[in-house]
């Protein structure tokens, strides 16, 4: 048995991991898990993670989930080239140091944008006040401006002249906030230019296909969510932006 991979592409995360494995021809099983339809709740599921999230992993009778510890897993085993998760100390500790940070910052402002724009409103059937959502922004430009002049600064990577985990790991879940129809790139010139370096490096086509189904999220119905998931995410989703 391969490697295999539990992953659904609406997943900042899950995107991350898809990436890296095709940018570095890593060889593994694309095993769908929708989440919109509670396939991470099954049991089948839960014996790959059962803490019933997505990614996982699964290498023979090995499994494990959380992305960062699948990332660093695929980059040792595969010996990916070193500037994904450089041997140097401290480029290693400036990944490091960005993954520890992004986590509330980055990833929680960015996909609050997201909930409050397309998928709360999905599954309670009205908006938001728009005061959230703009609040919502607020903290997030708050955390751009951080990402820029303490991370980025003015090197073409976060780690320096090469592309990182670090950068991957940014770029998708920045995505997520342009998936709802919010451009934070715009007036962002900086931000623009490293967008583009990060895509070449990875190369655009698989960075275009594993961003395909949530640049459409806008177009999701509720009827796409199974219907035992709905009150308990729509609550779950409501206690995350109040």
């Known amino acids: 048995m391969g490697l295999e991979l539990y992953l659904d592409l609406l997943s900042q995360p899950c995107r991350a991991l898809y990436i890296f494995a095709r ?3 890593i060889p593994f099983e694309f095993k769908r898990v929708v989440l919109m339809k509670g396939e991470h709740r099954t049991e089948e599921f839960k014996k790959v993670n059962v803490l019933m999230k997505v990614p996982a992993l699964r290498d023979g ?12 897993y695929m980059a040792r085993k595969f010996k990916t080239p070193d500037h994904w998760y450089p041997s140097d100390l401290q480029k ?5 140091e960005y993954l520890s940070w992004q986590q509330v910052n980055i990833r929680g402002k960015a996909s609050k944008v997201f909930l409050i724009k397309v998928l709360i409103p999905l599954l309670a059937g009205q908006p938001l006040p728009p005061e959230k959502l703009e609040g919502a922004i607020e903290e997030l430009n ?4 951080q990402f820029e002049e303490k991370f980025l600064q003015d090197k ?3 780690v320096g ?15 997520q906030p342009v998936a709802s129809g919010y451009d ?11 967008r583009r370096r990060v895509e070449e490096a990875v190369g655009k086509q698989i960075f275009q296909e594993a961003h395909k189904e949530i640049l459409n999220a806008r177009n ?3 009827d796409k969510i199974a219907p035992e998931l709905r009150e308990h995410l729509k609550q779950q989703l409501l206690k995350q932006v109040n």
């Open 23 to 25: 940018s570095n021809n």
């Open 61 to 72: 009778s090995f499994t494990l989930a959380e992305s960062v510890a699948i990332l660093l």
């Open 92 to 96: 290693q500790a400036r990944v490091d």
């Open 142 to 145: 708050a955390v751009l401006n």
């Open 156 to 158: 073409p990577f976060i």
């Open 161 to 175: 002249s090469d592309v990182s985990l670090a950068d991957l790991i940014a770029l998708v879940e920045l995505m």
């Open 184 to 194: 934070l790139f715009e007036e962002r010139p900086k931000l623009v230019a490293w």
């Open 220 to 222: 999701l119905t509720a």
